[in-house]
């Protein structure tokens, strides 16, 4: 049996949209008839893993079948929150080796912060997701710019932490085994034209330096936030299955989908949204 594709969404600050990105990718591969396994590893919020109790229960009472992924059972995620980093750790090997048996895609979101189950994840990724908004803020966990000319200087926190993952990747399964880095300018606004290109030039510069390439993320649309609640993205809408009235703005959330999906090397995720829209 073929080794599945792990795929990590990370970054260490909050609010960068990780969860958001991590359904939309799973919907995304579900509907492509991949297996997918899911392990949240944000231990007391839990994002991703209620979305996807929200789609059973919304699915279940309106008569609908929507394809799902496996979750393995890690326990309470509170519980485990407040347990030792030994159990947190023995738990996750757990699941992730269950999680090998069934799935073509194992992805794990992780907390916005720097712990052991994140360090561990990041290690074992085939690909690392990392969402950013459109702001100098977010790009402070990547790389250092010099406070009066804004040039770079060097990579951040975050950065580092990858570099960590990829070292102990090459040392554990070989210097052939390499990650791949892709870094997501998400929640996309109405910003300052001086001010995006000052930013997006400071992420060539660095992505040249530290390895990772730049794809499109998604937008701050209306559409995500509001299909959330019932455990839905607009990979799942069809004639069926449509809580919300249907317009323009989710044709565009669409093509979102397809570009973010190409942008992974998911490619084959595609046909599926293209027969739908």
């Known amino acids: 049996m073929s080794q599945p594709l792990v795929v990590v969404v990370g970054n260490e600050k909050g609010g960068a949209g990780k ?20 392990i949240d590893l944000d231990l007391r919020q839990r994002s991703m893993a209620r ?32 347990a030792d980093e030994t159990e947190q750790l023995a738990r996750f090997e757990t699941a992730f080796a269950e999680a090998k048996q069934t799935a073509d895609v194992i992805l794990i979101d992780t907390p916005g912060g720097d712990t052991a189950l994140s360090r561990t994840a990041h290690a074992r990724a085939d690909q690392i997701i990392t969402p950013m908004n459109d702001s100098f803020v977010d790009f402070d966990l990547l790389g250092q710019v010099d406070p009066v ?9 975050y950065s580092e932490s990858v570099w ?23 929640r996309l606004a109405v910003a300052e034209a001086r001010n995006r290109r000052r930013l997006q030039e400071r992420m060539d ?3 040249k330096r530290v390895g990772f390439r730049v794809g499109p993320g998604l937008r701050d649309r209306v559409i995500y936030r509001e299909l959330f609640p019932f455990g839905l993205t607009v990979a ?42």
């Open 19 to 38: 969860s958001t990105l991590a359904i939309h990718i799973v919907t995304g591969l579900l509907h492509a008839g991949r297996r997918v396994a899911i």
């Open 51 to 82: 979305f996807f109790a929200n789609r059973q229960t919304w699915a279940e009472a309106n008569g609908h079948v929507l394809p799902m992924p496996t979750e393995p059972d890690m326990g309470d995620g509170k519980a485990l929150a407040r």
């Open 149 to 157: 000319t804004l040039e770079l200087q060097k990579p951040s926190i």
């Open 164 to 186: 960590e993952a990829r070292k102990h990747r090459a040392i554990t399964q070989g210097r052939n085994a390499t990650i791949d880095w892709v870094v997501l300018t998400n």
């Open 205 to 207: 510069k660095l992505a």
């Open 236 to 277: 799942d809408l069809s004639n069926e299955v449509r809580p919300v009235a249907v317009s323009l703005a989710h044709v565009a959330a669409r093509q979102e989908l397809r570009n973010l999906m190409q942008a992974l090397g998911l490619d084959e995720a595609l046909t599926p949204l293209n027969a739908a829209a």
